[in-house]
């Protein structure tokens, strides 16, 4: 750790340069940053408490430590997020050396908790401010935004993930953010073409590309903002004061803003990303060779002195692109006679594809022609299009396909390695060899670089991996098949080790492949651009969130009413624990107010079409935008879950729950609006008001979940538990 004078000016840079914002983004308002202080009050309270690794921050704190060291990770989400979280590490001199090993472990002295923590408990106080000031830009009062503001604070789930090192708060602020920007770029003070406008809108272009960048998931609510900023321009297409030239000009002038501005952030991000992680780490297997031959030691340091072109007689191992890591793989082993489902097979010997480096992931690519498979003093490359033998190193057969029904997947075709049994099975192990990324009709094959289709001549159909594992007769390996559709993501193959064959031998053959050692030359290259797609290509492909049981995980359905609470931490040596619980009175009183807001708007539509207009024009386009911005805002970030496949948690419904509290706050003043008399509307606000006071006394109570610090006795539990499927732990 860096000394407490080195601390203290890194966080008076960071200060400095955050001072002005304030006054530049209009949130100095003084009610919103009393509310500000409330919620930074709450949220920094005891946060180094417990000093023990909660929930992901196991996850989140291994790529704080990969970056600290500059050693590559992969991760599905893309890394802005994790580069704040990174930014509090560095400032409170993170060395990177803690191991986060598990859940429960106790943090050592060398780990700033403290400014880990920082950064989204900072963001996820900012939350507060924003939401008082997106209600107000829609119109509604001072109080009914502090209302709003008020319930953002003492939600107990929206609390406890701002305590940890978590990103839902990071990209929640900037997504919203961004949504406050676009309805304030609705205000006619700020004139099109101003100094103001080309301002808000770079503030825009730069919040919704911070907020991708944190979680791609935040483009649910990006979705509102875009439709806001539509609106608005269709608005002006009906000003017969802009003329076609100047509507054309402006429409240019936010597609700059909202397409090249956002870009240029997220390749920013990706280029610091890359930047940062030059070294060989635990994830490199999820990139391709090419990828990670880049990175300093690793594959690196064996195939950097390998020969790049592939020659009649080159010994390869064949390593599966996309997908599944694995490699073209066979052994002694054969088919069993006959396999579990009654059909025959062809006997013949196994070719799998094994998940780890094996001295039987070798081939040697032989000429059909020749018996010989040494190289030759003069080299001759494999072209695109040439064909081939692949030959196992180690027992000399032959890759093989024939009309043998695969076993797994019937309707392909079984892959083996040809044994001449003297029988009416012949040999077919000839294969095309098609380079899917050459850039010219006779292309040589190249090491780590190419990435080829293998096709079977007498078939017509290209090597593949079917994502099935063998049963225990296959060691659980992935089967091989061949398949007459080419899909890149089952089919692509490339030559990750890569030495010529120098003698003719078997054994001593067999025994250069067990000793094999390459000599370095030139390293390979990559630019950035080819990283960038490599990595944009396996973060979409790669299903690292895919559906698996977990005792805490959770449906969309138990979100609304808060039918399942997740567990986050509990004590070593007493029922101190932290749990992802919501405030209940908050969140039932949202679905209420949903049902509410549906049967009033019912109400007026119907009303209106029979020309009855109960409310002025004012109150109804307000009462419109709560529809247009906040209900749809919590459909679409709630609604998309039930066609999510994939692990979900109660933390995947809270940009929901914002959108959800800012409609209950908005719909309490409708209904205010809607009461005829001064009695009504003071024993309306008395309801308010007691209401109030019952959502803090639940935040009470359940307040020692969001911190830790209380060590529960198992009566004190279980009169806490409001559903029998709240998950609390008792010892």
């Known amino acids: 750790m860096g000394t407490s004078t080195e601390i203290k000016e890194k966080w008076c840079l960071l200060g400095a340069t ?14 919103s940053l009393l509310l500000f202080a409330g919620a930074l009050g709450t949220r920094l309270w005891k946060i180094s408490t417990p000093n023990n690794i909660v929930f992901d921050e196991l996850h989140f704190g291994k790529f704080i430590a990969l970056y600290m060291q500059r050693t590559f990770f992969f991760d599905y989400h893309p890394p802005f997020g994790k580069q704040l ?67 953002v604070i003492f939600d107990n789930a929206l609390l406890t993930q701002s305590r940890l090192m978590l990103l839902e708060p990071v990209f929640i602020f900037f997504s919203f953010f961004a949504l406050l920007v676009a309805l304030k770029l609705r205000n006619p003070q700020i004139r099109t073409f101003s100094v103001r406008w080309l301002f808000w809108m770079g503030i825009l272009g730069v919040s919704m590309a911070a907020a991708a960048t944190v979680k791609y998931v935040s483009v649910f609510t990006l979705l509102v903002v875009l439709v806001e900023v539509i609106r608005n321009f269709w608005c002006h297409i009906n000003n017969k004061h802009l003329s076609a030239k100047l509507l054309w000009v402006e429409l240019l002038t936010r597609l700059v803003m909202l397409i090249v501005v956002p870009l240029l952030f997220y ?70 006679l006959r396999y579990d489902d009654g059909r025959g097979s062809s006997h013949q010997q196994q070719v799998t594809c094994y998940s780890f480096k094996d001295v039987n992931n070798w081939w040697i690519v032989k000429h059909p022609d020749r018996e010989s498979v040494l190289v030759e003093d003069k080299l001759h490359p494999v072209h695109h299009g040439d064909i081939v033998q692949l030959v196992h190193g180690m027992t000399n057969r032959a890759l093989n396909s024939h009309n043998v029904a ?25 294969w095309r060899v098609e380079l899917v990324n050459r850039k010219s009709a006779d292309e040589q094959w190249m090491a780590v670089q190419s990435s080829v289709r293998l096709i079977h001549v007498d078939s017509g159909q290209s090597l593949k991996i079917s994502g099935k594992q063998l049963p225990e007769w296959g060691f659980r390996h992935f089967e091989v098949t061949t398949n007459s559709e080419f899909i890149p993501e089952t089919a692509t193959w490339n030559v990750e080790e890569h030495r010529y064959t120098k003698v003719e031998d078997k054994n001593e053959r067999e025994k250069d492949m067990n000793d094999a050692e390459m000599i370095p030359t030139t390293p390979y290259s990559m630019s950035f651009w080819q990283k960038f ?20 995980s959770s449906e969309p359905l138990e979100w609304p009413l808060l039918d399942r609470t997740t567990a986050y931490w509990i004590s070593n040596d007493s029922n101190a624990q932290i749990h992802l619980i919501g405030n209940f009175v908050v969140w039932y ?4 107010a949903i049902f509410i807001y549906c049967a009033l ?30 209900l749809s805002g919590y459909l679409v970030n709630y609604l998309v879950f039930f066609l999510t496949d994939a692990t979900l948690f109660l933390y995947h419904y809270l940009p929901a729950l914002v959108f959800k509290i800012m409609l209950l706050a908005t719909v309490l003043e409708h209904v205010y609006l809607l009461l005829r008399t001064p009695t009504q509307q003071q024993r309306f606000k008395w309801l308010v008001m007691l209401w109030l006071g019952f959502i803090l006394k639940t935040y009470m109570r359940y307040l020692p979940f969001c911190y830790g ?23």
Request: hydrophobic share 40%.
């Open 18 to 31: 955050m001072k002005l914002l304030p006054e530049q983004l209009n949130l100095g308002n003084p009610l």
């Open 85 to 151: 979280l990174t930014l509090g590490g560095w400032l409170g001199g993170f060395d990177g050396e803690f191991t986060f090993e598990k859940i429960g472990q106790e943090y050592s002295e060398n780990v700033p908790v403290w400014n880990m923590r920082l950064v989204p408990a900072l963001f996820g106080s900012l939350v507060v401010p924003v939401v008082y000031c997106i209600i107000t830009e829609m119109g509604f009062s001072a109080f009914t935004a502090s209302l709003a503001a008020f319930m």
């Open 267 to 336: 390749f920013t991000v990706f280029y610091v990303h890359l930047s940062i992680l030059i070294r060989a780490g635990p994830h490199d297997n999820h990139m391709t060779s090419a990828f990670q031959s880049n990175l300093e030691g690793g594959l690196s340091s064996i195939i950097t002195g390998q020969p790049r072109e592939v020659v009649y007689g080159s010994q390869i191992t064949l390593r599966h692109t996309h997908g599944s890591l694995c490699w073209l793989h066979s052994h002694k082993q054969l088919y069993p």
């Open 406 to 430: 695969a076993p797994l997947t019937p309707t392909d075709q079984e892959v083996s390695c040809y044994i001449d049994y003297h029988i009416q099975l012949t040999s077919h192990s000839t």
């Open 533 to 552: 797609a490599e990595l944009q290509t396996k973060m979409f492909m790669t299903r690292v969130d895919q559906p698996m049981e977990h005792m805490y």
């Open 589 to 592: 009183s949202g679905v209420a």
């Open 601 to 630: 708007l019912a109400f007026y539509l119907l009303r209106r079409k029979r020309q009855c207009y109960d409310i002025d024009e004012e109150t109804w386009l307000k009462f419109r935008r709560i529809g247009e911005v906040l």
């Open 709 to 731: 610090n209380k060590s529960f006795t198992t009566e004190e539990i279980k009169q806490l538990k409001l559903h029998e499927t709240w998950d609390f732990i008792i010892y």
